[in-house]
């Protein structure tokens, strides 16, 4: 067996409640057949009394195998955490002391990750992520430390994180299998594909059919500031609720598994330099993707100029 | 007469709640709801583009998103003139009723009922049931609570992308019409649910469970067969008032609803807004503009009496040492001091049993977790009727393109029913950006502290008078509090900065 504590610092939930929709494997699944045992969970323990878990793990009467924050730790106001406290003491003195004793200490979601949407100008509460501010490596942690088993924070991104990432990370915690970390300490195998990957909006992509006004069938990259070609997430191959995603649904995807999520700009408007987005999909030159688009605009059949083609 | 002071801590709720309670002889003389975390939203909202808050406020609250999105597009389409097509409305109808379908049963069933299985309970001849039935994560019904919300979210996810966390709500419309794919999907969804309220919750048919019109009537339907007996509802029904929670927890009496399923020409599908004035024992017309929120016992730069969401300042002024004890505003309704949830929303708009219940025995624990599953048979009635009407506009449009580039200088609100009640959005729009952005939730109703005339919150209220057998495990507290269904990470007011002690009376 595994302890697993998951503390929320300034959040809304919303990882948790989408960790209940993780489906493969759900939170059930890993409590059931994965060893994980849930020492705390804000909602769903039936313990009433945090001071009882965390006298427990810091007396090292129970071992803290695997620590999840929730939330964006807040510094605020100037420096003394007390924006965010249990028991009038800073919640970041507390995830400090627990992170010193955890096995893994996973971030879950943008917020704990890189700040999140609270760190949004002006940052009213002075905020950070785990390990990174925005993409800046430091954070609350600073960008040297390491867990108890020698990572750093592993950053499942997402506002919210992916159900079934947050699920499968945890998963492989469990079984001890090693996790491969991108450039943000992400879990690469779960940001190794591109939001754009599997969008069935795709085609109309391929033959520069943009959309300029929402509620369409086109594509939003262009115009409506969908982010999907240059964000790595896996919303489009393990879709969301088991159903759909943003962008298939017609609502751009804004990136926020990214450090910078929300930037600052209008979010449904997409910066562009000339006719052609400013950010181009991922490692793609300029040049060479404005002569394509010439050509793939002239290529287009009738079906996609005239948006015949469900997403 | 010893007065202590105890502080609670208390978890099952969304987000941190801390409580502090005078006892005097083990029962609370007194009680202070203090918020302890400040996220700070409506700073961040300020200066950006009228839109922005479609993707920004859903992420005020993980659990009513879909709500927060929704007062955003009312309030963006208020202030733009726009009328939605009807087609839109159901489906965000559709997708808010789901939302609080989820929210209703995860409430019920993994936040309120493990309290039943508390040690103290052990002896209880329900005992056995209870733990089979509610035990997080093991139990039958927690387990299978699990799987029915996350499939009545996947409802939410085929019209809007995901949930939680989508923008699908846009002014003029929804980014997807629906067609017959997703209306069939939909409604086997809705079937599959029902089944499940019917036979895991009510052990009756929803239907005529719904016609039962009195409380005398329902007391016998309870007993009426070990099948509705040994249900979900009829063992939460048996052990709460079994253990006194239908005695336990009383507060105002006056009610607000914002009204159910609202349609563009200003109507409501499902239960009217309005304000129940519990003195004159009848329901009045809602009107925004009696709505204020006072500062007089929070942390904020001192004004008299209260002020509109629309004047509303919030200038943090940190003053230890005096009878100010918190960082939440108390908004108050012709300044009164109202609850909002469920039980105002069946009341209000007209739920015979509700209003026969109330009337027989006052607003209380029991109750307002009742009127909570109450609700989630109405709403999955509701959807299915949504569904029906959908199908008929399928033809029509699911967006108006409102071809609004610049948005002009203005004030508009959005008000809708959030899972937790009551929820508002004052929106002001200056030089194209958004200059003011208000948030009033329905844990700020519920939650608020005394105002400019000392008239205690909701919740303290509910919990002045009821006496604490244990007050290291204060359980009684737990029932009434989470009977409210708390949600403090929506109540964006609030800014914790620890604790201080509240000169006794």
Known sequence: ?311 | MARVTVNIDLNRVEGDLELQVDLEDDVIADARCIGTLYRGFEQILIGRAPRDPLVITPRVCGICGTAHLYATVRALEQLGGIRPPTHAAHIRNLCLMAENLQSDLRQSFLFFTPDFCHPRYAKHPLADAITASFTPFKGRVARECLQVTRRVLEIVAIFGGQWPHSSFMIPGGVTLPANGTRLIEAQDLVSRTRDWMETCVLGDDLDHWLTIERAEDFFQWLESSPTVANAALGLFCRFARSVGLHQLGCGTGHLISYGVNPLPDGSYGGFRPGFYDADKSQVESLDQSRINEHVRHSWFQHYPGGRHPWQGETIPDYMPGNDRYTWSKAPRYDDKVVQTGPLAELRIGGDPLIADLLALEGDNTWLRQFARLRRAAWSIRAMRETLTALKDVLDEPHFADPNIRDWPDGESYGMIEAARGALGHWMRIENGVIDGYQIVTPTAWNASPRDSNGQPGHWERSLIGVRVEDPEDPVEVGHIVRSHDPCLVCTVHFIGRGRRRYPCA
Not at chain 1, 171 to 197: C, K, W, Y
Not at chain 1, 258 to 269: G, H, K, V, W, Y
Request: proline share 9%; glycine share 10%.
């Open chain 1, 1 to 311: 067996m595994a302890n697993l504590v998951w503390m929320q610092t300034g959040a809304c939930s919303g990882d948790s409640m989408t960790l209940l929709c993780a489906e493969r494997p759900s939170l059930e699944s890993l409590l059931e057949h994965a060893g994980a045992r849930l020492l705390w969970h804000p909602s769903l323990t039936a313990e009433t009394r945090f001071g009882s878990v965390l006298d427990a793990v810091t007396s090292g009467r129970e071992p803290l195998d695997i620590l999840c924050i929730e939330g964006s730790l807040m510094t605020g106001p100037s420096g003394s955490g007390l924006y965010d406290t249990w028991r009038s003491r800073p919640k970041i003195e507390i995830v400090r002391e627990l992170a010193g004793i955890a096995g893994s200490v996973v971030a879950m979601g943008t917020c704990a990750a890189f700040g999140g949407v609270h760190a949004a100008p002006p940052n009213p509460t002075d905020c950070t992520g785990m390990q990174f501010m925005q993409a800046t490596p430091g954070g609350l942690l600073g960008p040297g430390w390491r867990s108890r088993g020698g990572q750093p924070v592993i950053n499942v991104a997402g506002c919210p994180a992916h159900p079934n990432t947050m699920t499968k990370v945890l998963a492989m915690l469990l079984e001890g299998t090693p996790i491969p970390l991108d450039e943000l300490n992400r879990p690469a195998p779960f940001f190794s594909s591109l939001v754009h990957q599997g969008c069935t909006r795709n085609e109309y992509h391929e033959y520069d059919a943009e959309d300029d006004v929402l509620g369409g069938r086109g594509c939003m990259f262009f115009s409506l500031g969908c982010r999907g070609p240059l964000t790595p997430a896996p919303c489009n191959v393990d879709l969301w609720n088991g159903r759909s995603s943003k962008t298939r649904a017609g609502v751009p995807c804004f990136g926020c598994v990214s450090p910078a999520f929300p930037p600052n700009r209008d979010l449904f408007e997409t910066p562009k330099i000339g006719t052609i987005p400013k950010m181009l999909p991922l490692g793609v030159s300029r040049a060479k993707y404005m002569a394509y688009k010439n050509l793939a605009k002239a290529a287009a059949p009738e079906r996609i100029i005239n948006r015949e083609m469900e997403p």
